[in-house]
């Protein structure tokens, strides 16, 4: 079993950054592509973005995609979601998840099996 723990959520204002951080404890690090999910209230719960053990693929949602980048590091059991231009419909709980893979790509988002506690991101307008 996997413990995830999310970290760097908080309030900014429309346009600001942030960055989530997400520390994995309990496997080999290395053995899981990552991924961010988020659930808004009264919303089911979407798709951020993902990347592979290697850090070489990446996958993002439409709707983030240019403003958000994800990374890794392996050294440190971390993976992180820079954001930047955020805006309010960015508003929501930010989840951490893995799934154990046996190779370099970005699995299917079911394939997430383990998940953190989440962190509150809000965006002011």
């Known amino acids: 079993q996997v413990q995830l723990v999310e970290s760097g959520g908080g309030l900014v204002q429309a346009g600001g950054s942030l960055r989530l951080s997400c520390v994995v404890s309990g496997r080999t690090f290395r053995n899981y592509a990552m991924g961010w999910f988020r659930q808004a209230p009264g919303k089911e719960r979407e798709f951020v973005a993902a990347?592979?053990?290697?850090?070489?693929?990446?996958y993002y949602a439409d709707s983030v995609k240019g403003r958000f980048t994800i990374s890794r590091d392996n050294a440190k059991n971390t993976v992180y979601l820079q954001m930047n231009s955020l805006k309010p419909e960015d508003t929501a709980i930010y989840y951490c998840?893995?799934?154990?893979?046996?190779?370099?790509?970005?699995?299917?988002?079911?394939?997430?099996?383990?998940w953190g506690q989440g962190t509150q991101v809000t965006v002011s307008s």
């Open positions: 990347i592979s053990w290697s850090g070489a693929n990446t």
């Open positions: 998840a893995a799934a154990s893979v046996f190779g370099d790509y970005v699995p299917q988002f079911t394939d997430f099996a383990s």
